[in-house]
């Protein structure tokens, strides 16, 4: 079956690096979004991603965050310069169409020491 | 006012009765309807996609909808322990942004 795939599983950085998340969506699917949960809290939207830009992004999603489909099959998110707030599960999406569900992968579990 | 609410919970079931989780949404705009289970340190997993007002049901499982009252339920018939988790409720509209907002979710706890 079909799935979404995210690497790494877990990454620990030091504050101020830049860190790459990695993600495979499913591949006919055209649409695909990060959400991030911080441990005990809920599941946050951050951006989405549609026809190679961006169709929408959170106030998290601020100058720090960006996103990319550098080809394509992989859809990436980076963080410039990462802060301890950011530490958290992040969780990349993909779906098929506008009234289709959205499938999740497992999650990279950022820690910013 | 938050955008879907749900009930935190914990909500503790006996084994092999009915479930009944319980969500409401502020956007009347929202067109498709999801409920998500969430193990600990796991990441969403579908289990239901409800479009239209009224039921649907798959397995266990049956989703109900109301858009009238933005309202929308899950009920868990013949609980078991593994459906002990978190269930998260989450809407989207139709439209170019089509995020899918979730709720905090509702703790599912079955006692044998």
């Known amino acids: 079956e079909p799935e979404v795939t995210q690497t790494p599983s877990h990454q620990v950085t030091q504050m101020g690096q830049e860190v790459i998340l990695r993600c495979v969506p499913i591949s006919n699917h055209l649409y695909f979004y990060w959400y991030r949960q911080i441990l005990g809290q809920k599941v946050e939207f951050l951006v989405s991603?549609?026809?190679?830009?961006?169709?929408?992004k959170s106030e998290i999603f601020d100058d720090q965050f960006s996103v990319e489909r550098p080809d394509g099959s992989n859809f990436t998110l980076k963080i410039r310069s990462t802060k301890l707030e950011d530490s958290a599960m992040y969780f990349c999406a993909s779906r098929k169409g506008l009234n289709s569900e959205a499938f999740f992968g497992k999650g990279t579990r950022l820690t910013v020491v | 006012q938050k955008e879907v609410e749900q009930n935190s919970g914990p909500l503790s079931v006996p084994e092999g009765a009915i479930a009944s989780l319980n969500c409401t949404y502020s956007?009347?705009?929202?067109?498709?309807f999801f409920w998500y289970r969430q193990y600990s340190g796991k990441s969403p997993e579908l289990i239901m996609s409800?479009?239209?007002?009224g039921d649907k049901e798959d397995g266990r499982f049956t989703a109900q909808l109301n858009k009238a009252s933005q309202y929308v339920s899950l009920l868990i018939r013949d609980s078991q322990p593994s459906d002990s988790a978190t269930y998260l409720c989450?809407?989207?509209?139709?439209?170019?942004?089509?995020?899918?907002?979730f709720g905090s979710g509702t703790r599912l706890s079955i006692r044998p």
């Open positions: 989450a809407v989207s509209r139709y439209s170019s942004a089509s995020k899918i907002i």
């Open positions: 991603f549609y026809n190679n830009e961006i169709s929408e």
């Open positions: 409800i479009y239209s007002n």
């Open positions: 956007d009347r705009g929202s067109q498709s």
